[in-house]
Antibody, heavy 122, light 110 residues
Framework: EVRLLESEGGLVPPGGSLSLSCVVS????????MSWVRQAPGKGLQWVAG????????YYADSVKGRFTISRDNSRNTLFLHMNSLRAEDTARYYC???????????????WGQGTVVSVSS | QSMLTQPPSASGTPGQRVTISCSGS????????VYWYQQLPGAAPKVVMS???QRPSGVPDRYSGSKSGTSASLAISGLRSEDEADYYC???????????FGTGTTVIVL
């Protein structure tokens, strides 16, 4: 059984930083691209960032480029999202998602975690 | 980040057929596969349609997908109460170099 378990989010002041992690089990982690997708309260889904299975290639939404960094540790089956310069509009539930293939593009989000809540407020 | 356009809601009675549209552009739907995700209340999304019209394992054949030009649609036939959820289309966008999601459609079973 595939499982994706995100770390706990939290409350962060505007301009602050927070790191999320996602531990994946039940699959050969390196064979799958990974992504972060978020959902603001009462709103729709928004893709945030993606990374290939090897970690060599990363992709970002314009709204987070330069502020967020996606990375992975294949020896620990773990995906990360480092978030800097957080803004109120970054408040959302953040989902970790496993891609169908080793790519981070031209494929789909096959499995999802339950998400973790990040709140940006003073 | 631009989004794909979906109607806010769609409804039907049990047994009816409901169709959800998804409108994009040449850089996303026009040149890449479309995927559809179902999000039940309080749950994480789940893929219900892959590569325009391919049902992943476990998705009932009441679900079907299609794509034409820069638009796509998801149809649910034989509507059941458990189909009541939010549905999102998604596609890779070559111009943005990222994924775009639809605005979401809430399916209501009357």
């Amino acid at each position: 059984e595939v499982r994706l378990l995100e770390s706990e989010g939290g409350l962060v002041p505007p301009g602050g930083s927070l790191s999320l992690s996602c531990v994946v089990s039940g699959v050969t982690f390196i064979r799958h691209g990974m992504s972060w997708v978020r959902q603001a309260p009462g709103k729709g889904l928004q893709w945030v960032a993606g990374i290939t299975g090897s970690g060599d290639d990363t992709y970002y939404a314009d709204s987070v480029k330069g502020r967020f960094t996606i990375s992975r540790d294949n020896s620990r089956n773990t995906l990360f999202l480092h978030m800097n310069s957080l803004r109120a509009e970054d408040t959302a539930r953040y989902y970790c998602a496993k891609m169908r293939s080793v790519m981070a593009t031209a494929t789909f989000f096959e499995d999802w975690g339950q998400g973790t809540v990040v709140s940006v407020s003073s | 980040q631009s989004m794909l356009t979906q109607p806010p809601s769609a409804s039907g009675t049990p047994g009816q057929r409901v169709t959800i549209s998804c409108s994009g552009s040449s850089s996303n739907i026009g040149s890449n596969y479309v995927y559809w995700y179902q999000q039940l209340p309080g749950a994480a999304p789940k893929v219900v349609m892959s590569r325009n019209n391919q049902r992943p394992s476990g998705v009932p054949d009441r679900y079907s997908g299609s794509k034409s030009g820069t638009s796509a649609s998801l149809a649910i036939s034989g509507l059941r109460s458990e189909d009541e959820a939010d549905y999102y289309c998604a596609a890779w966008d070559d111009s943005l170099n990222g994924y775009v999601f639809g605005t979401g459609t809430t399916v209501i079973v009357l």
